[in-house]
């Protein structure tokens, strides 16, 4: 006969490891700037030490990285941008 397990989210048991980690881990940020996204999470000084939050955060981040690519390329890769950087080098 099995045992059902009522463990509760948050709860450890004798090996250390938390029921439920996923569910106490904030959702990353996507932080956008000049078309460029990052991913961004922080990771609170009280939770630091419980074990496997920190993985938790990190694979929670991990799935959101296929929303994280840029549309843009980044300033140096245009055409006018070199051609400046072009003019100044010769001119100075």
């Known amino acids: 006969m099995k045992r059902e397990k009522n463990s509760t989210v948050g709860q ?12 106490l881990v904030k959702k990353p940020k996507i932080i956008e ?15 630091s030490e ?3 939050y920190l993985g938790a955060m990190i694979e929670n981040a991990n799935k959101l990285q296929p929303k994280i ?11 006018n941008w ?11």
């Not at 450890?12 to 569910?23: A, L, N, P, Q, W």
């Not at 700037?33 to 939770?47: A, D, K, M």
């Open 12 to 23: 450890s048991d004798i090996f250390g490891k938390v029921d439920g980690i996923s569910e």
């Open 69 to 79: 690519k840029s549309s843009n390329k980044p300033v140096w890769l245009d055409a």
């Open 33 to 47: 700037e000049n078309s460029l996204r990052v991913i961004h999470f922080t990771l609170p000084e009280n939770r």
């Open 82 to 92: 070199q051609m400046n950087r072009r003019k100044k080098r010769a001119s100075g």
């Open 50 to 52: 419980v074990p496997g």
